[in-house]
């Protein structure tokens, strides 16, 4: 078991033998008897070793190290199964949101349109000689020349918008 330990906690450190064995000050083929069973590190050395691997003593004579990091990868796979169906829930709901701006948008350009042709775009016919009307006459001008121009495009966009974020069934 001590063997079986040293060997899956110095690859889990991502260490080679040789590179623990420089860490202990021995050779790696003495790090290689240890991980075979072939021979066990004396006191001085087993706690050095814990050091060198970071863990305590116990875990290095106890339980099997490579249950405990199944368990570790497990857990760790459950907290980013978690994280991931939290970012697919807030994608989901800016969709849903975009989906509904994109609708409110159209509907929107739907409403000053109808609003446009039901006044007859009297600023054809506006009377610019009078200083008071004037000034909302000019914004009135260019405020239904913007939209002329800009509508259809942005009703296109908002339209191919709301077709792209539709829930799909």
């Known amino acids: ?9 110095r690859k889990s450190k991502g260490l080679s033998q ?35 691997l970071e863990t305590p003593v116990s875990t290095l004579l106890g339980e099997n190290v490579l249950e405990s990091e199944v368990d570790a990868v497990k857990a760790l796979s459950e907290k980013l199964e978690i994280i991931n169906l939290q970012f697919a829930r807030r994608k989901a709901m800016r969709k849903a949101i975009l989906h509904w ?14 609003v446009l042709v039901a006044v007859n ?32 495009i942005l009703l296109i966009a908002a339209l191919v918008g709301i077709f792209m974020t539709r829930k799909k069934v």
């Open 1 to 9: 078991m001590l063997n079986e330990n040293i060997k899956a906690l």
């Open 18 to 52: 040789q590179e623990l064995a420089v860490k202990l000050n021995v050779v790696r083929q003495t790090v290689s008897k240890w991980e075979q069973g072939l021979s066990v590190p004396d006191s001085d050395l087993l706690i050095a070793l814990s050091e060198a």
């Open 101 to 114: 701006l994109l609708i409110a948008l159209c509907a929107g350009i739907m409403i000053i349109s109808g």
């Open 121 to 152: 775009s009297p600023y054809l016919g506006w009377d610019y000689s009078a200083p008071e009307t004037a000034v909302m006459g000019v914004a009135f001008h260019a405020f239904e020349w913007l939209f002329v121009r800009l509508a259809p």
